[in-house]
């Protein structure tokens, strides 16, 4: 994986790597790396949820969200689906215990009291998530912490940065190839096409865009 860039070759360390596993589509399984190894670890190390605990993860339709929502599941946690009310369908399909709209504002106002937040979303929704955590409780982000942090002393603020990371890779590789986890991918453009797979991207692709060699 390269950063901010394409080619049809390149150098990485040998360290990075990690085996596709058997029975994987190998084109598909370059869209796993990133979203994958982030939703992991905004749940293992951002909230460092346990069993039994509640865990809201927002953004749960993508694919940082699926990877968290999985992993969260896979300690124990009762997870809640925080997406838009346009995605409710889609995600009864991801493994929650139970989807709550974003962005409707009665659900949100009668939203109980959580013990941690995973956000891969920011901005308003971030905001008002980080009032529904409960004193001690976590609020874990990608996205770096809300502005309204600071009215909330009592919530640990976690700020996530995905770093390569083999096991939690080869782990959660294995998981789609399993059908525990699916990251869906929308649409595959041949390398020479890059310019019209941003387009898509900035349209709005609903799921993973793969540049295919």
Do not use: C, W
Not at 14 to 23: D, R, S, T
Not at 63 to 82: E, L, M, N, P, Y
Not at 88 to 109: L, P, V
Not at 123 to 140: D, H, N, R, Y
């Amino acid at each position: 994986m390269a950063a901010d860039a394409y080619a049809e070759l390149g150098v990485v360390k040998a360290a990075n790597l990690a085996k596709v596993p058997k029975g994987l589509d190998v084109v598909e399984a370059a869209a796993l790396p990133l979203v994958t190894t982030t939703g992991n670890i905004l749940i293992s190390e951002g909230t460092a949820i346990k069993a039994g605990q509640t865990v809201l993860v927002s953004g749960a339709a993508g694919g940082v969200g699926r990877s968290a929502v999985f992993t969260a599941k896979q300690r124990g946690a009762v997870v809640i689906a925080g997406v838009l009310k346009r995605q409710t369908d889609e995600a009864a399909g991801i493994g929650a215990d139970r989807i709550i709209a974003t962005d409707d504002e009665s659900a949100m106002d009668n939203l109980q009291p959580l013990d941690a937040v995973a956000d891969a979303v920011g901005g308003k929704t971030a905001e008002t998530l980080i009032s529904k955590v409960k004193p001690g409780g976590v609020f874990a982000s990608v996205l770096g912490a809300p502005q309204n942090a600071e009215k909330y002393p009592s919530v640990k603020v976690m700020p996530v940065f995905a770093t390569p990371n083999v096991k939690i890779l080869q782990y959660m590789a294995e998981a789609v190839r399993d059908g525990k986890l699916r990251i869906p991918i929308s649409q595959k453009f041949p390398l020479s096409d890059a310019g019209e797979a941003h387009s898509a991207a900035e349209k709005g692709a609903g799921g993973k865009i793969l540049l295919v060699v």
